[in-house]
T-cell receptor, first 115, second 110 residues
């Protein structure tokens, strides 16, 4: 499809386990963003990749969170030693650098539940 | 630092009534403001941006720099307007990185 694709759509894990969430952006989009959506917190910015520039990691809540983007396309968000407060929907978005209009194209999200 | 405040978690109105979703921001520079919407079981998507000064699905929003507000308005609510609405701010630099508010759930009742 032409939209942002995320997997898995749902993930249930036990506290202390590591999880990986994947994002496949729209083809040709150079910018990729990760946000976390939770009740009462709205959308929290996590990390932003723009082309080959160093990522903006200013939103990562702890060193248990990391993300990489391989080949300027697919991105993986990794959460190590998950905690119950990590339970949320993790949204990925992409945008075209040429269209610096503030329009982000979001995926359907990965719902993470930490038991 | 930039911040977006949406004071209402839930706004319930009757069909045909006017709607105003409040948004206030804090930013020292010249911001760009947006409204995003998420309908049930759909992806989050852009509704409108202040620069365009457009009306989308009957919704408008005016940037008031004096009051640092960007409230979303519609004169007559429709049932299909029921959704989660997020106000967002884009600062200078940082590409399209947006700071979002906590969102307001709009429920339009018949």
């Amino acid at each position: 499809g032409a939209g942002v694709s995320q997997s898995p759509s749902n993930k249930v894990t036990e506290k202390g386990k590591d999880v990986e969430l994947r994002c496949d952006p729209i083809s040709g989009h150079t910018a990729l963003y990760w946000y976390r959506q939770s009740l009462g917190q709205g959308l929290e910015f996590l990390i932003y990749f723009q082309g080959n520039s160093a990522p903006d990691k200013s939103g990562l809540p702890s060193d248990r969170f990391s993300a990489e983007r391989t080949g300027g396309s697919v991105s993986t968000l990794t959460i190590q030693r998950t905690q119950q407060e990590d339970s949320a929907v993790y949204l990925c978005a992409s945008s075209s650098r040429q269209a610096n209009t503030g329009e982000l194209f979001f995926g359907e999200g990965s719902r993470l539940t930490v038991l | 630092a930039q911040r977006v405040t949406q004071p209402e978690k839930l706004l319930s109105v009757f069909k045909g009534a006017p709607v105003e979703l409040k948004c206030n921001y804090s930013y020292s520079g010249s911001p760009e403001l947006f409204w995003y919407v998420q309908y049930s079981r759909q992806r989050l998507q852009l509704l409108l941006r202040h620069i365009s000064r457009e009306s989308i699905k009957g919704f408008t929003a005016d940037l008031n720099k004096g009051e640092t507000s960007f409230h979303l308005k519609k004169p007559f609510a429709q049932e299909e307007d029921s959704a989660m609405y997020y106000c967002a701010l884009k600062g200078t630099g940082g590409g399209n990185k947006l700071t979002f508010g906590t969102g307001t759930q709009l429920k339009v009742e018949l």
